[in-house]
């Protein structure tokens, strides 16, 4: 029996890697001896793959400092400096949001800098007047996201800003040759240095897109009509009080939901696809998202379209119910407005085509698993003796699980309030700033006692 527990213990040892204490104290020692032995042994190989991965990089940089022996430092002292905007467009699904991560180089941002320092057309971040014009979660896409910053120019130190553009580097042109295919930089402008591309913008509009499916249409233009004009949304966003975020009074100028034109599917079925068009002064964190889901839940017939006015009553409804987002692959920065005209942009006809052609080879490889998709759905169909799909289309875009039966919003269990979270972290605050004071302290009088 002891020697059957044995095995039972050793084989379950051989499968994980990780093990709380008292399955270790339950081990025998021959056991821990061999569980030793492996960590041991994967030790030794993990460092022999370091050692050869050190080796290959040191290799590699020894041939490359070889072949480049004389490659001289650019000296930024020797240019001229001027401020400009940059539009840039960004196809963000596969990349872990736009503003640079400690934790990941897989962000828009980090691209668009290596290739801003890579082409000597900024020298670093601190010092090059950089601003951006919104801030993209993970997985969001952007046709017009802007930013504002200080490159490198041709010109003298004497140009104005009606210094004729074709004489300037092509800054779109050098940018587009280093960053990946998802990123590219659309147009540029002079501005004047104190320009901001976040603090200028007069107004955003962002794009949703969705499939038709059986939504109720109208239901969710009606709900959609109520968010139009100033309103608190903290029911309709993530709350940001820990980064100092206490006013959630937002302005939405415009609100349409239309057919997109550009639908290859079939004519009036449910793999039609929709476009939500929303225009605002700034957004909240998530506030789109949590809007679409909202009326995505209202078009599938769970909740009326009045449930919108009652989410936007702080007076009835201080506390966000708890609910899941829209999904963050269809949301995109499409517009970003300045209060200059938009054909003041400087645009390159070359850098356009280029553009335009990157675009549409990867339209194309999109379209075709559209199409395999659309016909394995259309086999599947045929495949079926009695009933029709009960999945709605729409449903693939709300986040987490869904249900049996579905609970209405103002039912649910609500989150923290407003007031409870900046009580907290007003709390928190005072109590670092105490834990500083004291630590201020101890240092002082430990000072007086040497």
Not at 181 to 188: C, G, K, L, Y
Request: aromatic share 8%; net charge neutral; proline share 3%.
């Amino acid at each position: 029996m002891e020697e059957t527990n044995l095995i039972r213990k050793s084989s379950k040892a051989d499968k994980k890697t990780s093990f709380s204490r008292d399955e270790l104290l339950a081990f025998s020692k021959e056991d821990l001896a061999d569980h030793v032995l492996r960590l041991q042994a994967s030790n030794v190989q993990l460092r022999n793959l370091m050692k050869k991965q050190i080796g290959d990089d040191s290799s590699n940089s020894t041939k490359s400092s070889s072949s480049n022996p004389q490659k001289r430092e650019f000296d930024f002292t020797k240019h001229c400096k001027r401020h400009i905007l940059l539009r840039i467009l960004y196809l963000g699904w596969d990349y872990q949001g736009y503003a640079t991560q400690e934790d990941t180089i897989n962000t828009i941002e980090y691209h668009l800098f290596a290739a801003l320092q890579k082409s000597c057309l900024v020298e670093d971040r601190q010092t090059s007047n950089y601003h951006r014009c919104g801030r993209t979660d993970k997985g969001v896409s952007s046709y017009g996201q802007v930013i504002s910053i200080d490159v490198r120019s041709k010109l003298k130190e004497d140009y104005s800003l009606d210094s004729d553009p074709s004489k300037e580097l092509p800054y779109c042109k050098i940018l587009n040759r280093l960053l990946p295919s998802e990123i590219r930089a659309v147009a540029w402008r002079p501005a004047p240095s104190d320009f901001s591309a976040r603090f200028d913008c007069v107004q955003r509009t962002y794009k949703y897109y969705f499939p038709k499916g059986s939504l109720n249409l109208d239901a969710m233009r009606k709900a959609a009509q109520y968010v139009m004009g100033t309103h608190d949304f903290r029911n309709l966003c993530k709350m940001d009080v820990g980064n100092g975020v206490v006013n959630y009074v937002r302005e939405i100028r415009s609100i349409c939901i239309e057919d997109f034109k550009g639908s290859v599917s079939q004519n009036n079925s449910k793999f039609d696809m929709m476009v939500l068009t929303l225009v605002g002064t700034a957004f909240l964190w998530h506030q789109v998202r949590c809007l679409v889901a909202i009326l995505l839940l209202v078009g599938q017939g769970y909740e009326e379209p009045e449930v919108m006015l009652k989410l936007l009553d702080i007076e009835t409804n201080p506390r966000k119910p708890q609910y899941s987002m829209a999904s963050e692959v269809p949301l995109n920065l499409f517009h970003c407005q300045y209060s200059f005209d938009d054909s003041l942009w400087l645009v390159d006809e070359e850098t356009i085509s280029e553009v335009e052609s990157s675009l549409q080879r990867i339209w194309t490889f999109s379209s075709v698993k559209t199409v395999m998709l659309m016909d394995m759905l259309n086999q599947i169909s045929s495949l079926k003796t009695e009933g029709i799909s009960n999945f709605d289309t729409s449903q693939a875009l709300l986040q987490g699980v869904k249900s049996k039966i579905y609970k209405p919003l103002l039912e649910r269990q609500t989150c923290e309030s407003l007031e409870s979270r900046i009580q907290h972290y007003s709390k928190r605050r005072r109590l670092d700033d105490c834990n500083d004071e004291s630590t201020s302290r101890a240092e002082f009088n430990e000072e007086k006692t040497k």
